[in-house]
């Protein structure tokens, strides 16, 4: 049984690489389609396990609300990275510009979808009162920001900067990287543990090495790229520890959320991994890591 488990989280594992290869190298409308049936799929397995999502049809407008706007948002930030009239993408590789207030498509992307969407929530909250209370809607304003808007940073990595397809993959380095080399240092070595209560699994010195581990990977990614993108190593390592922490954060996040409502995993969606957020809490977490450090060091 376990070995029969091994090989179905290893298929489900190389074919999710190698859509993320197609739909990254790809990219444009391609890239903001895929991350937006991602978010889709997030979004409801949220809504399942903080409760707002039930079978009740009459308490759906919350669910339906958060579907439409993350079509919606995905939609406007893909318009908001293109450049008027020319078809090409707006970049930003500068830290000035991103000082800009509002300046920059990124800036207006974010905080304007950002915003409107919480008001459209605000609005179903009152319209549908007494249906839903305050914990409801907050658990959907909540789930909206954790799952679409922070999985749209992969998109915003991919397009905003001239060697996107290039720098986007820091964040799969990070995150599925660390927790790779985590996993084998704990294993080997690992004898403190981390968060017993939480991940009785994880431990100190797995932590340790899925730092530095993922330090190393982005390191050598840099390296061997050669000229594809400019970015010191000694900045490759810092991006690539800090990314991998934040990773392991959003690793336990998602996993506290479980413990608190009760749930084994947030959906079935990829066999041998559970649901969307079950595979991609650590990616949801590094991936605006990496935005921001790459902001300023680019």
Known sequence: MAGRMFWTRLASGITLVALALVFIMAGGPVLAAGLCLISLSAYRELGRALGFLTDDPDR????????????????????QMREPWSGKYRTMDSVWLWYASLQT???????????????????????RFPKYHGRDVTAACFSFLYGPVMLSFLY???????????LVWLVFLCSWGSDTCAYAVGMLIGRHKMTPRLSPKKSVEGAVGGVVGAALLVMLYVYLAGGAFSLPLWQAALLGASGAAVSMVGDLAASAFKRDYGIKDYGKLIPGHGGIMDR??????AAPLIFIGLSFMK
């Open 60 to 79: 759906r407008a919350l669910v339906y609300t958060g579907m439409i706007l993350t079509v919606l948002y995905y939609l406007w930030v893909y318009l």
């Open 105 to 127: 498509a990124r800036d207006r992307a974010l905080v304007i979808g950002i915003t409107a969407a919480f008001i459209v929530f605000l609005f179903v909250y009152v319209f």
């Open 280 to 285: 991609f809490d650590s990616v949801i977490i």
């Open 156 to 166: 915003l990595i991919r397009m905003g900067f001239a060697d996107g397809k290039y």
